[in-house]
Structure formats: C-alpha cells, structure tokens
C-alpha cells in the first residue's frame, strides 16, 4: 500500500468538501461503501481512522519450554505490557516441575509491578492476564505528578537513613521502589498506547510523536533517581550508621531533592528560564560532589566508611545528572509544542 497519495478537495453543497480514497487503503483496512470513518484534527493536521479500529485489543502470547526464572517471564510480560496489548496470555510446557508455584509466584509479581492488570482465565499450566487500564481516568500530567512525589520521598527517606543509620527507614524505601515501578510502567504505556493512535495522543494532550518521546525520557529519569535512592537505602543496611563525614553528605543530598523538583517545575511550567537554572544548578552541583569525594579520599577513616560515603556520592551524582536531563527535556517539549521561542 503506497504511503502517500496526492488527491484534490472539492466543495460539495454550501459548505462541506470532500476528498476520495484510494481502493487499496480502503481494502486495506476491511471498510466498505456506507461505513463510517472518524476524522482527528491534530497538530495541523486530519487524520482519518477506520470506525472498527479499536487500539489496545492485542492479544499476546509466551509459551515457556525450559525451567526459566520468574523474572525473566516477567521482563517479558512488562515488554508485552508497555507495547500497548490488553490481553496476555502465558503458557508454560505442562513438563515444567513446581507448575503451581510457578504460577503463583508470577501472580503476585505482576499484582504487585503493573497497575490495572488481572487474572481472567487460569488452569493448572496456564495464565491469562487483562489490562484494564482507563486513560481518561490517568491523565499524564497527574501520573507523573504522583511518580514525582513518590520518588522525592523516596530521596528524601533514604537520604535520612544514611545519616541516621536507620535500617527500618532504609527498608520502606526499598520496598516502595514497586510503587514507582508501578507509575513508570503505566506512563510508559500511555506513551506507547499514544504512539499507536493519534486520538489517545490527543486525549493525553500530547501534540506530536517527539512530545511523546520526551515524555518518555522524563519518566525514565525518574526511575533512575528511584533506583538511586534505593541503592542509597540498600548500602545504609549493608553498612549502617557512618560515624563521621555524613552531614556534608546528607545536606548535600537534601539540596538535591530541591533541584529535582525545581526540574519538575519547569517541565510543569514549560519554562526554558527554569530549566537553564536547574541545568546551571547540576554543574554547581557536580563540582561539590566532586570536592566531597575528594575529601572523604583523604580523610583518616576506615576503608569501609570510605566506601560507603563514596557510593552514597555516586548515587548523589547520577541523580543530580537525571535532574539535569529533566531540565532539558522540559525545553525539548516547549520546543515541540511552540514554533518561536524568546531568550532574553
């Protein structure tokens, strides 16, 4: 089927136009004499879509022949989920030993890892799954607002653990890592979901295929400073309270915790002004960690202190880099959005 076809508008009656199709599109897409098409207006553009075409009704299926762990049928189920299918189908070689644990366990993961996401069918070496999301209901401006607050507190949580070595705090930090999983796989989706149909783009108030992209990469980085926070988390339980050094550390941390959200800012805002601030901040912020590192080097104690501060730093300054990406990705969508920009 060709890609583009060049065909004229004419007026018809007083006030409306019409163009023709070509057969081979029209045959393409199973529509006949009589049927009705739905027509987008979006981003300068009209596009047409098929009255029966419904986006998200994929069906998928993973068949497992060999002993695989449960992660790694998951990591496929995620892949499944965040192409945009609503129904999953996994099916395991009825040879496989522990088959009901199997099952079990893959259960609770994906409760636990994926918003909107049931069991609907089930026998001895079978499990459906349906995703039941509705994004009328998950606006993308609130989602990442949420994964925002979920992943400051975290920052926040884990940045109070480090200084005073509780290993409580430390362990709620980790296990609220699947809370900002869960918003990062459904976001993703969306943006997925938003990239196969122009009209869910439309409906999450998106303006282009590059505003989807940039979207994309915002809530990766938001992840990313999860994980960072957890890794935070796991090295407090690893090593405990530090004795000395870790109110520098800490301080500096928290001011981080103000420099993501002054990136959020200018993502919500669509501020470039903002944004130039937080991406001057991060530079600032590097150097810092740098003298910090230096100093915890030199300074008379134990090798194993030192090596904890060093990688709590190294999380520091991976975060204050994703921070810094946010920033410039907020600029990249004003960009997508606006075709003049005024520095000033």
């Known amino acids: 089927m060709a890609s583009v076809e060049r065909r004229k508008v004419q007026k018809t009656g007083s006030s409306s136009f019409i163009v023709t199709l070509p057969k ?25 879509t098929p009255g029966t075409f419904e986006i998200g009704q994929l069906q998928a299926t993973i068949r497992v022949f060999s002993e695989a762990r449960i992660e790694e049928i998951f990591r496929t189920i995620v892949a499944f989920y965040l192409a945009g299918y609503t129904n999953l189908t996994v099916t395991f070689d009825s040879s496989l030993q522990n088959l009901a644990k199997k099952i079990s366990d893959l259960k609770s993961m994906v409760r636990i890892k994926l918003a909107g996401i049931e069991v609907i069918d089930e026998t001895y070496n079978t499990i459906s799954f349906k995703i039941l999301l509705d994004l009328r209901e998950l606006p993308l401006e609130s989602s990442l607002r949420r994964l925002h607050l979920i992943v400051s507190n975290m920052m926040r949580d884990s940045l109070s653990s480090y200084k005073s070595g509780d290993k409580a705090l430390a362990e ?170 005024d520095i000033k």
């Open 24 to 48: 081979e599109w029209v045959d393409a897409v199973g529509l006949k004499s009589g049927d009705y098409v739905y027509i987008y207006e979006h981003g300068g553009r009209l596009v047409i």
């Open 172 to 341: 709620a930090v980790i296990q609220r890592d699947d809370e900002a999983d869960r918003f990062h796989f459904m976001i993703v989706r969306e943006l997925s979901m938003a990239l196969l149909d122009v009209k869910v783009m439309h409906d999450l108030g998106l303006s282009s295929p590059v505003e989807t992209i940039n979207y994309r990469i915002i809530a990766r980085n938001l992840e990313r400073i999860a994980d960072h926070s957890v890794n935070i988390a796991k090295n407090v339980i690893t090593y405990g309270k530090p004795s000395s050094m870790a109110d520098d550390i800490y301080n500096l941390g928290i001011s981080l915790i103000d420099l993501l959200n002054s990136a959020m800012g200018s993502l919500y805002k669509l501020s470039r002004q903002d944004a130039e601030e937080v991406i001057q901040k991060t530079r600032e912020t590097v150097s810092r960690i740098d003298d910090l590192v230096a100093k915890v080097v030199v300074a008379n104690i134990p090798d194993r202190e030192k090596a904890f501060h060093i990688m709590v730093l190294d999380s520091l300054r991976r975060i204050t880099r994703y921070s810094n990406g946010i920033a410039e990705t907020s600029i990249n969508i004003k960009a997508s959005k606006v075709s003049s920009i």
